[in-house]
């Protein structure tokens, strides 16, 4: 009964509020929409296993400007090159902040990822000041990645060529090399607390969208029951923020000034500088574990997720496999493994990861972001109320930029004379103020692991059974649905 009077008190609200919004609403030419129901609008669009196509449907339909409407809200997609780039670039002084969704709350309210303004400006340079002292473009971290390849090469040895699935180890291992960025340490591949880190973050990044209607109405986490997932969501998102508190606590006591070892101990030089030198100041410690958290969430799943379906694409074309130990052996001795001063003399090797990144697809769209005010945009008006996704997808998948886009073809970013060319036009972290802070760790990362992988074996699909899909499943991230598959030793 209680419960149906909340129900009633509700909808009464939400009718109420829906009324006054579109009767003060001016008349605006916003992006077009399909035809939805009424009142709920196109909810019924917002489909997790249809999205993807549902958003290149629309796009195709409708140009590089669409919209999608639930209760009168617009989810504004931006996509095409050129348009995403006069926004986010051109137009850039009118975004830099996300608006009100549910992962804010997840994220406590503090972080980079979904936070706004002054924070999360002197945060995210923060955070790219502090991870390139560390050797984010150095050799530091290379080292560090390169040992942990040997960790991961051993592992695959251990399995004598018999068919598994590699994700969960893929998953430990780029788990380390961020947990060796932040902590210091690495985690045992056995270890269960590494384990578990792995797992919940992956499912959660395989449950939901971040257009889902929890997501863009965070308030629907106080109906009774858990018709939405939410509060699954955030036990799953409180349970990873134990975990890393409690790696945190063990750290912060050896903590010492003159000898920084990771990003943990950049931020508590800082944090004990401004304690010094203000009153007040940004640097707590609820900052400090919620950017930790965002670390391990905004960089293992997509960067794990690169590494898989780089091993699908490779599966799927032998003859690539080949081309790329070709080129590897005649560039690197035996005996040691790929580094990035190879880099240059592996162009082929580039351009497959390049065309991973591509055609993987890891994140088809952005996260949502803010607007400051209105924006013009190809003769359409962005309300500064909408939630704005950049339709990744239709850049990495536009015809006119890269032909025959669902074709895995590296050669497509070789020039005529062999060098690494076209790959500018990729957008697999976004541009503009809000582009991926992990962007060039990924990528040294996917690198060194494709071609030390590749050097060391030959990925073979397991006999007699179908070669694994091409079809992912899209969530927060856009994963290959299962990877089982043998790893033949070549010395
Ligand atoms: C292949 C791997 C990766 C892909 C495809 C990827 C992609 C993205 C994308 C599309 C965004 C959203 C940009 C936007 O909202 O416009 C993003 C943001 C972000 N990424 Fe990555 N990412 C990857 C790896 C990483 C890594 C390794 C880290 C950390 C070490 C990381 C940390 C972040 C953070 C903190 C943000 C939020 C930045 C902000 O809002 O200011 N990412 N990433």
């Keep these: 009964m209680v419960e149906m009077d909340f129900y009633i008190i509700l909808m009464t609200v939400i009718g109420v509020l829906l009324l006054i919004k579109f009767m003060s609403r001016e008349r605006k030419k916003v992006p077009p929409n399909p035809p939805g129901i009424p009142l709920l609008g196109n909810i019924n669009t917002l489909r997790k296993e249809t999205m993807l196509s549902t958003m290149r449907k629309l796009h195709k339909q409708y140009g590089d400007l669409f919209s999608i409407n639930i209760i009168n809200q617009h989810l504004i997609f931006v996509g095409g090159y050129k348009t995403t780039y006069e926004l986010l670039v051109k137009k850039g002084d009118v975004l830099g902040d996300r608006p009100n969704f549910l992962t804010k709350q997840l994220l406590r309210n503090a972080g980079v990822f979904s936070t706004s303004g002054p924070l999360w400006k002197e945060h995210r340079t923060f955070c790219l000041t502090s991870l390139r002292s560390l050797g984010f473009n150095k050799g530091n971290l290379q080292t560090r990645i390169i040992e942990e390849i040997e960790y ?54 395989q449950s939901t969208v971040f257009h889902s209607p929890i997501f863009i109405f965070p308030f629907l986490k106080h109906l009774p029951g858990d018709l939405f997932g939410s509060k699954k969501l955030m036990k799953k998102v409180n349970r990873i923020f134990d975990i890393i508190c409690k790696v945190l606590d063990e750290h912060r006591s050896t903590f010492d000034e003159n000898n920084i070892r990771d990003f943990i101990d950049c931020y508590l030089k800082e944090q004990k500088k401004k304690n010094e030198a203000y009153k007040e100041h940004t640097f707590s410690d609820e900052q400090l574990l919620s950017t930790l958290v965002e670390f391990f969430s905004a960089g293992l799943e997509t960067t794990s997720t690169a590494i898989k379906w780089g091993i699908v694409y490779l599966m799927h074309n032998q003859e690539i496999q080949k081309r790329m130990r070709k080129e590897i052996e005649n560039t690197v001795a035996s005996g040691r493994l790929p580094t990035l001063e190879d880099k240059p003399k592996l162009p082929y090797c580039q351009a497959v990861c390049y065309e991973v990144l591509r055609l993987g697809n890891v994140s088809p769209t952005t996260s949502p972001h803010a607007l400051k005010h209105d924006v013009t945009l190809n003769g359409f008006v962005i309300p500064k109320e909408a939630f704005l996704f950049i339709d990744l997808d239709s850049i990495n998948m536009d015809p006119k930029i890269f032909p025959d886009p669902f074709s895995f073809k590296p050669e497509r970013f070789l020039s005529e004379d062999g060098k690494v060319t076209g790959t500018e036009k990729i957008c697999a972290f976004s541009m503009g103020r809000r582009v991926c802070l992990g962007e060039s760790v990924a990528k040294m990362e996917l690198f060194l692991f494709m071609t030390s992988l590749i050097q060391r074996f030959e990925i073979h699909n397991e006999a007699g059974k179908p070669l694994p899909s091409l079809k992912g499943n899209f969530g927060l991230t856009y994963t290959p649905q299962s990877l089982a598959a043998s790893y033949k030793k070549i010395f």
């Design 152 to 205: 991961f090469l051993a592992e695959v040895e251990n399995t004598h060529g018999q068919p598994f699935d590699i994700q969960d180890l893929v998953s430990k291992s780029i788990a380390n090399v961020i947990s060796a960025l932040v902590f210091g340490k690495r985690f045992e591949l056995s270890d269960p607390t590494s384990a578990e880190l792995c797992l919940l973050l992956n499912a959660i990044f």
